[in-house]
């Protein structure tokens, strides 16, 4: 019937490791609460150009899509509150898009961005302070510099997953050698949507 593939999740930290026949890549064998988590917490944009005439149309409704309604917002800033994982966009060996990137990005594209990750400095886990720092230097290169100075150094355990390859690195040694990879996929997806 098909290629037997195993495909790996990341869930708040927990790695889900799910295998079953899979043929159509729309037909999902996740759990439907992680479903339903990456369906809300995702924000797209149409990528085809609507084939109706382009008389009327409205610019800022297309830009009004790609901004996350605020019930989103929260639901990912708790979600990058709690999290133990610094994810990249892509993970596991089916490159799904991971859970943690799409709450970044859905804080990224708020209203209240720079507020949002000034509070998870304070508020969140390592995993969800790396979000912020790495955040913070896409809104402000030469004004977060001397913030992110201070967590060079900083020898907290965080975990990471960047496409297969996961580990525990320290807060320091992913600002210093991780942060500016998370940095361009996060450049690439915004610009991308």
Known sequence: MGVRTVQTMVVTGMILVMSGCQRDTRRADHPQSLQRLVR???????????????????PKADIARLIPDPARVREAYAFLTRTSLVESHLVGLGAVESVGFIAFTTIM?????????????????????????????????????????????????????FGCIGGNKTLGTFIRYDMPTLNAQLTGVLDDR
């Open 109 to 161: 594209r708020s209203d209240e961005a720079r507020t949002l990750l000034e509070s998870l400095l304070e508020e969140a886990q390592p995993a969800g302070r790396a979000y912020a720092l790495c955040g913070l230097y896409h809104l402000n290169r030469e004004g977060s510099r001397d913030r992110i100075a201070t967590y060079a150094e900083d020898d907290t355990p965080v975990q990471i997953l």
């Open 40 to 58: 809300e917490t995702s924000v797209t944009a149409d990528p085809q150009p609507d084939s109706t005439p382009t008389t009327g149309h409205d």
